[in-house]
């Protein structure tokens, strides 16, 4: 089994839905990531997480808002989906210092039509 | 403010023929680094990384990279690409332990 999973796999919704996508890991790390990925423009940090009791924004937060419901758990929410957040987006997992290697899930991809 | 740059988008490389991907850093001092590969249709996956010492760093799948602090590089190599190896590569850095900042990305192709 994949050690970071993400569901769904795929989605598409419509502008103004209320859109939630689910990581879960087994790797034990305290730390977990959202990412989305455009084209060109790499990965860019949306919120992440040291611990059960710890959220913070990223690079770019606006629109998007996350829970840790455990430690193996995190979700990325998108309240009102708009076109723009058409993206692949990931989840991401790490131990944490001192060499904070992550350990990405497959992706979803969403389509906010 | 940090960043890591990937001048080329895409680049394309017979089968067989050596590859080079760059990849340049802005940091304060010289920050942890990464290559990553994405698939088609997959997540990332590690191919190497740099902390200290030895700047001539193996990952898998016969690749290999080579900071250089002189020009704040960090370019991935392999001497013999293989058709399976077309993917977008992602350069990454992490200057506290905390955070990764990712370059753009280049896509490679390969041609038979």
């Known amino acids: 089994d994949a050690d970071v999973t993400q569901t769904p796999r795929n989605r598409i919704t419509k502008t103004g839905k209320r859109i939630m996508l689910e990581c879960s890991q087994t790797?034990?790390?305290?730390?977990m990531y959202w990412y989305r990925q455009d084209p060109g423009l790499g990965l860019r940090l949306i919120y992440y997480?040291?611990?059960?009791?710890?959220?913070n924004k990223g690079e770019i937060s606006d629109g998007y808002s996350v829970s840790r419901q455990a430690q193996a758990k995190f979700s990325l929410s998108l309240e009102s989906a708009i076109p723009n957040q058409t993206a692949l987006y990931f989840c991401?997992?790490?131990?944490?210092?001192?060499?904070?290697?992550?350990?990405f899930g497959p992706g979803t991809r969403l389509t906010v039509l | 403010a940090q960043s890591v740059t990937q001048p080329d988008i895409h680049i394309t490389v017979s089968e067989g023929a050596s590859l080079e991907l760059r990849c340049n850093y802005s940091?304060?001092?010289?920050?942890?680094l990464f290559w990553y590969v994405q698939s088609p249709g997959q997540g990332l996956q590690l191919l190497l990384k740099?902390?200290?010492?030895?700047?001539l760093v193996q990952g898998i799948k016969g690749f290999e990279a080579e900071f250089k602090r002189s020009q704040s590089s960090f370019n991935l190599r392999k001497p013999s690409v293989h058709w399976s190896d077309a993917a977008e590569y992602f350069c990454?850095?992490?200057?506290?332990?905390?955070?990764?900042?990712f370059g753009g990305g280049t896509r490679l192709m390969v041609k038979p």
């Open positions: 991401a997992t790490s131990g944490g210092a001192p060499y904070n290697e992550q350990f």
């Open positions: 740099y902390f200290s010492g030895d700047t």
């Open positions: 997480s040291f611990d059960v009791k710890d959220i």
């Open positions: 940091y304060g001092a010289t920050p942890y």
């Open positions: 790797k034990g790390h305290d730390r």
């Open positions: 990454a850095a992490d200057n506290a332990g905390n955070m990764l900042t």
